[in-house]
């Protein structure tokens, strides 16, 4: 692999950074952003030339200058309509994510500032008269990828759809490492990934395609560290008639306020493993209950391809839990082989669809904000 890649991966207090040089991981820091810092912008999105200038100049400290980077890489951001893949970044996804119109999130950011370095190189390569090369910025597996079955999208009402919003990048990445280890020339296998961490999704793929998955932002699926995952409608219906709680204050409930937050005031699930193992039994009965709520929701993908499923895949930050990715296993098993593939590897996962951008061995997406892309 030959390049420099520049990995950009925005969240809400913090900026991941990663630098590889010929498929070599330099450095990744993580820059954070203090609550004073932030505290001077009144939306996410006015934090994009801050962030910018806090990226550019950290490059600087560590003497890498324009030249010596030839694609920016970004986590993608909330827009649609999308399917999973590479996309260069144009200003129709500037627009969608700079107006927040499908979402706001930190990682709108992301696509933006990296659209911006790509700029400032190409700015540098023209003052030098280098004509003999292009930066371009590009993101990788967007969260909003829509690649569902028809029958997956139905819900219970027409005014509520099922909708598409998972961790893509890592899933697909899970994946694609898996296809690596076990020989396998094209994408050719049914799987189930569960990516656990602060949300949880858990998607389908089948050949390739995401073919179901549940809304890991939107109150759909097992509960998490810190979100209530589906919740029943009649007691939620109450919460938000009883007087007691605001718009803003039920969606923080739901969202960042509930799951091992709502029993427990942490979302450190290693803490309340270690509560439980000390004899807590409230909290030995939690982390049971966790690990039976994600397997429960594996195994009903599997009804979506009629079980036939190759491999089951657990990832993300809390399957460096072996208690959990076993009691998973046992619960699980009997669908298909379970594999453990832990932590996320974002900024490893942007940086291989880069070196595949360079190589030319990857299909790069134009984006249209009002049509869906076809692969």
Same mark, same amino acid.
């Given at each position: 692999m030959k390049g420099k890649v520049v990995a950009i991966d925005t969240g809400s207090t913090s900026t991941k950074l990663g630098y590889f040089v010929d498929g070599r991981k330099v450095f990744e820091q993580k820059l954070v952003h203090n609550a004073e810092e932030l505290s001077a912008y009144s939306h996410v999105m006015?934090?994009?030339?801050?962030?910018?200038?806090?990226?550019?100049?950290?490059?600087?400290?560590?003497?890498?200058?324009?030249?010596?980077?030839?694609?920016?890489?970004?986590?993608?951001?909330?827009?649609?309509?999308?399917?999973?893949?590479?996309?260069?970044?144009?200003?129709?996804?500037?627009?969608?994510?700079?107006?927040c119109r499908d979402g706001t999130h930190a990682c709108n950011l992301s696509a933006v500032i990296a659209d911006d370095i790509a700029?400032?190189?190409n700015e540098r390569l023209a003052q030098e008269g280098d004509t003999s090369?292009?930066?371009?910025?590009?993101?990788?597996d967007p969260p909003m990828a829509d690649e569902m079955l028809p029958e997956c999208r139905i819900g219970g009402l027409p005014e509520f759809p099922r909708r598409a919003f998972f961790h893509a990048l890592n899933s697909r990445a899970t994946v694609k490492k898996y296809l690596r280890e076990h020989g396998h020339a094209a994408n050719d296998i049914t799987a189930i990934v569960a990516h656990m961490g602060g949300g949880i999704t858990i998607t389908l793929h089948r050949n390739g395609k995401v073919i179901d998955t549940n809304n890991g932002l939107g109150g759909d699926g097992p509960f998490t560290p810190e979100r209530a995952g589906s919740c029943p409608a009649f007691p939620l219906i109450e919460m938000c008639f009883s007087g007691r709680y605001t718009e803003a204050q039920v969606k923080k409930r739901v969202l960042g306020q509930g799951g091992a937050v709502a029993f427990f005031g942490t979302n450190d699930l290693a803490e309340i493993e270690r509560m439980g193992l000390e004899g807590d039994e409230k909290a030995a009965t939690f982390i049971k209950a966790f690990s039976l709520n994600v397997a429960k929701y594996i195994v009903s993908l599997a !009804?979506?391809? %009629? @079980?036939?499923?190759?491999?089951?895949?657990?990832?993300?930050?809390?399957?460096?839990?072996?208690?959990?990715?076993?009691?998973?296993?046992?619960?699980?098993?009997?669908?298909?082989?379970?594999?453990?593939?832990?932590?996320e590897n974002e900024l490893e996962s942007l940086a291989e669809n880069a070196? !595949?951008?360079? %190589? @030319?061995k990857v299909k790069v997406h134009l984006y249209d904000k009002d049509k869906i892309v076809e692969d």
């Open positions: 006015q934090q994009d030339t801050m962030r910018r200038d806090v990226v550019a100049d950290f490059l600087r400290s560590k003497n890498i200058y324009y030249k010596d980077i030839d694609i920016v890489m970004a986590r993608g951001g909330l827009f649609s309509p999308v399917i999973t893949g590479v996309y260069k970044v144009n200003r129709d996804m500037r627009d969608v994510l700079l107006t700029e400032m190189v090369r292009v930066c371009h910025a590009y993101i990788a !009804a979506t391809v %009629e @079980g036939k499923v190759d491999v089951i895949l657990l990832t993300g930050g809390t399957a460096n839990s072996v208690a959990i990715t076993e009691d998973i296993r046992r619960r699980v098993a009997f669908v298909a082989p379970v594999e453990v593939y832990p932590g070196y !595949a951008v360079l %190589e @030319g």
